[in-house]
């Protein structure tokens, strides 16, 4: 399945790589001279959960482009589009310098099609190109997905390859002077190995010299943030509910004891209790107003003796 559906892709791959070598083989000499560069470049992206795209991108920089008009050989990537099939996604454009560029790419589900995808040999997407392997391979735990990446290219082999497209031998050092290789590669997460030319983010970036086999090695790590979310979420519905059930049990504190809840008979003691004392305080006060009252009324007799009139005298 896999192999049927790429088919399109590598049509336009040996497309687009005779039509750089009869570009090489016509004007060696005034790319030389000129510095024009051709780039090819492998562009891979990897996700969290195994899935991913993989392409291929050919770029042509103005001075390539002036030399094509000037000899009549117009656009160099024109018509590419046409064979593709409706699998692979086919963009074109061009950069702010004047680099035009042409990009083929398919995705894949997990590690299996991307091998299948990625064939090595002459019926591959790469087999103009010379023998490469690439190999991703990811480990997850419970929360954490590690991702690995080995590629090994035999970019010498791929000179030869494109040198030898249109029956002629062109030299391997003159052809490394005019096409420049690089690989991207984006992993998911953070980086936390590699041996990259340089990196971006989380992109990956080799430019390998076309000398012999270029190993590339990296190694990134990410969470499992759906796993991570779910823990997460959990927790917090754990603490909302042992919150309520701390609201819960302080107000029932706070609340006074309802009278239905005490015995009668309890009620009944109080009643008569609280009852007695009243009329037992009660008395005791009237006792001692009596006390008093009676004190004040009876005059002492010295004041008896004072107030008697003496008899009038004959």
Not at 121 to 126: K, L
Not at 285 to 314: F, Q
Request: aromatic share 6%; with cysteine; net charge negative.
């Amino acid at each position: 399945m896999a192999s049927t559906n790429s088919s399109g892709m590598r049509s336009g791959v040996k497309k687009t790589a005779v039509r750089v070598v009869f570009l090489l083989l016509s004007l060696c000499i005034a790319l030389l001279l000129g510095g024009c560069k051709i780039q090819i470049a492998l562009d891979t992206t990897v996700r969290e959960d195994g899935s991913g795209a993989f392409g291929v991108r050919f770029a042509a920089d103005k001075e390539i482009q002036d030399l094509m008009a000037q000899q009549g050989g117009g656009d160099i990537f024109s018509g590419l589009g046409e064979d593709m099939d409706e699998g692979t996604e086919f963009e074109e454009g061009t950069d702010p310098d004047g680099t035009k560029w042409v990009k083929m790419s398919r995705s894949f589900k997990d590690q299996k099609e991307f091998e299948e995808l990625f064939e090595s040999g002459a019926g591959g997407p790469m087999g103009d190109l010379g023998s490469s392997d690439i190999q991703i391979t990811q480990k997850q735990t419970l929360f954490s997905v590690t991702t690995s990446y080995l590629a090994k290219l035999d970019l010498a082999t791929a000179m030869q390859a494109i040198g030898e497209g249109a029956g002629d031998e062109v030299p391997v050092e003159m052809l490394s002077s005019i096409i420049q290789f690089e690989n991207r590669v984006t992993l998911p997460g953070s980086i936390k190995s590699h041996n990259a030319d340089e990196v971006q983010g989380n992109t990956l970036i080799w430019r390998p010299k076309a000398t012999g086999v270029a190993e590339m090695t990296a190694e990134s790590s990410s969470l499992r943030w759906g796993v991570v979310g779910g823990f997460i979420g959990g927790g917090v519905v754990v603490l909302a509910v042992i919150v309520a059930l701390i609201v819960v049990l302080t107000r029932r504190r706070r609340q006074p004891v309802p009278i239905a809840a005490v015995a009668p008979e309890q009620v009944v003691a109080a009643v008569v209790g609280s009852t007695a004392a009243s009329g037992a305080e009660f008395e005791s006060a009237e006792g001692a107003e009596a006390a008093t009252g009676s004190s004040e009324s009876a005059p002492a007799p010295a004041d008896v003796a004072e107030v008697t009139e003496e008899p009038e005298k004959p």
